[in-house]
């Protein structure tokens, strides 16, 4: 563990667990006016043979990332699934460094929503992802 790592200024233990993220806490999110920034500290569980963090790992932060924002900018309790998902990997993260999905842009309509995330490691670019969302009616 990096304990002695500070997490940035801003970040709080994310808001949101689930199953599938449950294996890579602790994880970190920020809320902005446009979104939901999420981040960790790269350990071990996070990464795959070759010691760099997995890209299902970061596949999958973005799209919570994206998703959370999206659903935020919707009015915060919308339901959204995910309808596309893409992921250009533009360096890799290391264990130590502080790994960061920040939602850059969000396009809410009124049942799709478009949101690109950028994934940076200690402040350097790590993969772009771009993804669309659909709003889901809860039923009356």
């Not at 449950?22 to 996070?46: K, M, N, Q």
């Not at 992921?87 to 929503?113: H, N, P, R, Y």
Request: hydrophobic residues 40%.
């Amino acid at each position: 563990m990096h304990e002695t790592r500070p997490i940035p200024d801003g970040f709080e233990r994310h808001f949101r667990q689930s199953p599938v993220t449950d294996p890579w806490e602790p994880l970190y999110s920020r809320r902005t006016e446009r979104g939901v920034i999420l981040g960790f500290i790269a350990e071990t569980a996070h990464t795959n043979s070759r010691g760099f963090v997995h890209g299902g790992l970061i596949s999958a932060l973005a799209d919570n990332a994206m998703g959370l924002s999206c659903a935020q900018v919707a009015g915060g309790e919308a339901s959204l699934v995910t309808v596309n998902l893409t992921l250009d990997f533009l360096g890799s993260a290391q264990i130590g460094q502080w790994v960061e999905f920040d939602t850059v842009f969000v396009k809410s309509g009124g049942t799709l929503s478009f949101a690109q995330a950028f994934v940076t490691a200690d402040g350097e670019p790590c993969a772009r992802a771009n993804a669309v969302f659909r709003l889901l009616r809860k039923a009356a």
